[in-house]
Each structure stands twice: as C-alpha cells, then as structure tokens.
C-alpha cells in the first residue's frame, strides 16, 4: 500500500525562481496537510485541506506560498518567488479524517535550498 | 493558548540503557489528543502512537511505553533497553481544537553501541 509521495525529494533553486512541490495523499484519505521543518522554527502547518477544500491557510508565511489541491489525489505548494529563507523540509501529510480522529502519515519531504 | 514543551534537546546512552523522554502540554480543552512521532535520520515522520485525554491509561507496546498524566499535564515516552535503532528526533504533539496538530521542538536521542 503506497504511503503519501512527495516530488521532488530535493529540489535547488536560485533566488527569485518559482518552485512547486508536490504531493499524492494516500488514496482515501481526506484530510491533507503541509509542514515546513526549520532548525529555527521545528515544525510548522502551513496549510490544510479537506475533501480538497483549504480550511486553514493561517500558517503560510506571505503571499509568495500559495498551494492548491484541484483533487483528492494531488496537491501543489508553490512559491514565487522564492528566496533563500524559504530553505527547509517541506513535509506533506495525509489523515482518514482529523487528526484527533486518525494519525496523519507524513511523506518523505521535499528538502528545498533557495541560493 | 496551546503549547508542547520537550525541555530535552538531546539525550545519549549507551545501548541497552532506559531513555525517557519529557512531554509536557499546555490546553484549555477538556477533549484533546497526544501523539508521539519519531524522525529517523532519512528524514520522515513515523507515527507512534495516539492518546485521547480521557484514556489515562498508560500504554507499553513492545519496548516502548507511554505515561499519560493529566495531573502534571505531561505525556512522557520511555524507550526500554535502547538499541541503535533508536537513534531518532522523537516529536511531541497536541491536537487542538482548532484542528491543528502542534509539535514540540523534538528531542534528539543518540544511542551508541
């Protein structure tokens, strides 16, 4: 049974380009969730959806992150432009309703590096 | 405001030694979840294990336990007989009622043989 896959797994990146991440849930699932992980700031939500519908978008950092999910198979977080702040993992998640109902499964990440 | 404190940045022992990580949460909702998570050195997030606040009792699945204290309002996590395998970031996390899972800053184990 395939986990949650995330593309790339590492992506550079210069200054000022557009980078999407991307992300397959786990197929039933209806809750999707993006993460950043940063030494300075651990672990944090940026956003999630369900049955494909953003329901907090509280913890994206500026108008440069933007994430859609247009399915209940596919996700994308985008950013643009990015800069070299933007550095991190960025880890997407997928849960059988909420987290107080199921665990989330995280994917494997996507280690991003802004020059 | 809701809050996981894990006061470990880092524990090392030796193999075979008992290691017990520190969780201590902070909520004004009387319904709410704890989760424990490990990070490997590959970088993913595995899920260990899940405690509503009303089951107080504590788990033990095979070498790890947990204690659940809503008195202390603590959630701690023992790992018995440490192996190699161990060595992980191990997260603490709150579910709260806005429906957000919120992690502690996770606390580094280092086991070496």
């Known amino acids: 049974d395939a986990g949650v896959i995330q593309s790339p797994r590492h992506e550079v990146t210069e200054m000022g380009q557009e980078v999407t991440l991307r992300c397959k849930p786990i197929s039933g699932h209806d809750y999707l969730f993006w993460y950043r992980q940063t030494m300075m700031r651990g672990l944090e939500l940026l956003i999630y959806f369900n049955n494909n519908v953003p329901i907090d978008d509280s913890g994206m950092p500026e108008d440069r992150f933007s994430a859609k999910m247009p399915n209940a198979s596919f996700s994308t977080l985008k950013i643009q432009p990015s800069e070299p702040r933007d550095s991190a993992v960025y880890f997407c998640a997928s849960s059988l309703g909420s987290a107080g109902v199921s665990e989330q499964y995280f994917g494997p990440g996507t280690r991003l590096t802004v020059t | 405001a809701q809050k996981v404190t894990q006061a470990q940045t880092e524990i090392s022992v030796v193999e075979k030694e008992d290691v017990t990580l520190d969780c201590v949460y902070e909520t004004r909702d009387t319904t709410y979840y704890l989760f424990w998570y490990k990070q490997p050195p590959s970088g993913e997030l595995v899920f260990l294990i899940r405690r509503n606040s009303f089951d107080e009792q504590n788990e033990i699945s095979g070498r790890y336990s947990w204690n659940f204290q809503k008195s202390t309002s603590s959630f701690n996590f023992t790992i018995t007989a440490s192996q190699v395998v161990d060595s992980a970031v191990y997260f603490c996390?709150?579910?709260?009622?806005?429906?957000?899972?919120?992690f502690g800053a996770g606390t580094q184990v280092v086991v070496t043989p």
């Open positions: 996390a709150l579910f709260d009622s806005w429906g957000k899972l919120q």
